[in-house]
């Protein structure tokens, strides 16, 4: 489970995003539903382990992230948490099956190329595996972050607006995607996003002020 508390992060005197309780158990679905600028990436970046809040603590898996040192929170993060960014962005210079080995090897994990297919395949960019990043369109791009969210059989898999470009058909693929393979890997998805036709398919909603709707 990853479980917030009394999450505040101050950017500047009169600028605070605040949350203040959360619980993300396996197994479920979660939306963070947010307008822009409402904080949605503050609390994906707080609760991953990638930005420490100026107040409150994460627990993730009964750890306590930031009384880690930030080597053994990059790896705790590694092994446990995918994350599909807004923005997605992978090494240029490498292959998508390199960049795949790459993550790989971020969470020390032996390289293992059947496993990198198998996503691949499942996301339906085998085809791909040898191309550079930039051949790819964009909504192929997005289905490799799906991949490379999901390539170390995380307990969380975190996406941060995947949907807000698309169109109402592409909306519904990416987030049956991303439930189908979440399902796959038993794990706890969870979607940080303005876009309310995402409502139907996520019930564990979230408002930025943390409370819980029915
Ligand atoms: N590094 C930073 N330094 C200062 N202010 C920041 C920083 N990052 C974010 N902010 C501010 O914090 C607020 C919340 O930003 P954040 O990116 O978390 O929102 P969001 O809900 O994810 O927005 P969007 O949906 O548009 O991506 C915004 O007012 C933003 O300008």
């Known amino acids: 489970m990853i479980a917030l508390k009394n999450i505040s992060h101050t950017y500047s005197e009169n600028l605070t995003i605040g949350f203040k309780e959360g619980e993300f158990t396996r197994n479920h679905n979660y939306l963070i539903l947010g307008e822009s600028g409402s904080g949605k990436s503050t609390l994906i970046n707080i609760m991953t382990g990638l930005l420490r809040p100026t107040g ?12 880690l040192k930030e080597a053994q929170r990059d790896k705790f993060r590694a092994e446990r948490i995918g994350i599909v960014f807004q923005r997605p962005h992978f090494l240029t210079s490498l ?5 795949l080995k790459l993550t790989q090897s971020l969470a020390n994990q032996t390289i293992d190329k059947i496993r990198i297919n198998e996503v691949l395949n499942r996301l339906a960019i085998l085809d791909k595996k040898d191309e550079y990043p930039n051949s790819l369109s964009v909504g192929q791009l997005q289905r490799l972050s799906i991949a490379r969210a999901i390539l170390n059989k995380p307990n969380y898999i ?9 169109d109402d058909k592409n909306t519904d693929k990416v987030l049956s995607l991303l439930i189908e393979q979440s399902e796959a890997e038993q794990a706890s998805l969870i979607v940080a996003t303005h876009d309310k036709r995402v409502k139907d398919l996520i019930s564990n909603i979230y408002s930025l002020e943390g409370e819980v709707a029915p």
């Open 56 to 67: 409150g603590t994460v627990w993730i898996d009964d750890v306590d992230i930031y009384g």
């Open 95 to 99: 292959t998508v099956t390199e960049n």
């Open 158 to 166: 975190i996406a941060d607006e995947p949907t807000s470009s698309l």
